[in-house]
């Protein structure tokens, strides 16, 4: 399985921007559906934003980051970058980034093999 490691979390006021990274290394990236989850104080870990891998292109978000985040990946450098527009306190959170080999992009938790340590994502408002 693939090792992932996160950054570019931090504390931000509230209509400000992050941009959360995640590396991977020991696999072939490309072939990977990325996501990222989010998981809150006393919260189920919840899907935030997830893309295709090469053989199966194509994004999924969640309703309440539509048209604020923005999933991306570049396969070159074993990377794939959430930035975080329009934040708001409920987005306050752990952000985990998670890998899963080939098939259909999914939102399940479950079906994601490899996970990072995670990045606090703080918005005061």
């Known amino acids: 399985q693939v090792q992932l490691v996160e950054s570019g979390g931090g504390l931000v006021q509230a209509g400000g921007s992050l941009m959360l990274s995640c590396t991977a290394s020991?696999?072939?990236?490309?072939?990977?559906?990325m996501a990222w989850f989010r998981q809150a104080p006393g919260k189920e870990r919840e899907f935030v934003a997830g893309i295709g891998w090469i053989g199966a292109a194509g994004t999924d978000y969640t309703d309440s980051v539509k048209g604020r985040f923005t999933i991306s990946r570049d396969n070159a450098k074993n990377t794939v970058s959430l930035q975080m527009n329009s934040l708001k306190p409920e987005d306050t959170a752990v952000y985990y980034c998670?890998?899963?080999?080939?098939?259909?992009?999914?939102?399940?938790?479950?079906?994601?093999?490899?996970w990072g340590q995670g990045t606090q994502v703080t918005v005061s408002s």
């Open positions: 020991g696999g072939t990236f490309s072939m990977y559906v």
């Open positions: 998670a890998a899963k080999k080939f098939g259909g992009l999914t939102r399940s938790r479950t079906m994601y093999g490899s």
